[in-house]
């Protein structure tokens, strides 16, 4: 379900994909997620509070794990175990290298030991739990998570989705364009937008993937992320 600032804008940017391919996604078969759950990052977070466009590529390739909000790994319940982040977290790449930034950026890690044995010693009484407390405080700071390609069906797949979804895309940006967010890029499918113009006129900020382990000391990474304080427990 579209939140209603945004269902003038998606049924436009709709519009704009080609009709086989939208006959493909209205009958519902052999991709994930599916509608209207591929929507879901238009689900939570009004049109006008949108301050930054988070675009990473495509749903994780499980069922189970693609919840329609870029990086948000269904799969994942707690964030944190008894030995330091939890078995879920430390199998997604992405997300573990992602958490341990935004620890550093709470000034509650250190560079030098980003352990499972340092987060182990943390107190977690003041940090969020689970990976939906995460998606909660990326929209509670303005942050629209949105991949390039919004369903996945195979690996082999995946470029021609991005392809498809890319007059999606476009015409969301324009939309956007007004209110003017940050975009921030990650990895080689994000920086692609811009290759194709896409991102001209808005400020963006590019980033290395979460999946490289150097994103966990990336000064541009720690400089973004700090001030939304995105680990932070909110009552």
């Not at 573990?96 to 044995?117: C, P, W, Y």
């Not at 929209?139 to 069906?153: K, P």
């Not at 470029?159 to 007059?167: G, T, V």
């Not at 476009?170 to 499918?189: A, C, N, W, Y």
Request: proline share 5%; charged share 20%; net charge neutral.
């Amino acid at each position: 379900m579209l939140h209603s600032s945004w269902q003038e804008t998606i049924d436009s940017a709709y519009q704009e994909l080609p009709k086989a391919y939208r006959e493909y996604l209205e009958q519902g078969d052999g991709y994930f997620p599916t509608m209207p759950e591929c929507f879901n990052a238009f689900a939570t977070l009004p049109k006008e509070n949108v301050r930054y466009i988070l675009f990473g590529q495509d749903p994780y390739p499980r069922v189970q794990s693609a919840t329609g909000y870029a990086f948000i790994d269904g799969k994942v319940g707690s964030l944190f175990g008894e030995r330091g982040l939890s078995r879920d977290v430390n199998r997604a790449t992405s997300l573990r290298n992602f958490i341990k930034m935004a620890l550093v950026a709470k000034g509650v890690l250190t560079i030098e030991d980003t352990s499972q044995e340092a987060i182990a010693q943390l107190g977690k009484e003041a940090l969020i739990q689970t990976v939906g407390q995460l998606k909660d405080n990326f929209e509670r700071s303005g942050v629209l998570l949105l991949n390039t390609a919004l369903i996945f069906s195979a690996k082999s797949d995946s470029n021609k989705h991005i392809k498809m979804w890319q007059p999606f895309i476009r015409k969301v940006l324009q939309e956007m364009q007004t209110s003017d967010p940050v975009l921030i890029l990650f990895g080689t499918h994000a920086k692609a937008l811009g290759k194709m113009g896409y991102t001209e006129g808005y400020r963006d900020v590019t980033l290395e993937h979460p999946y490289n382990h150097t994103f966990i000391t990336s000064p541009k990474a720690l400089e973004l992320f700090a001030p939304m304080d995105l680990l932070a427990r909110h009552h």
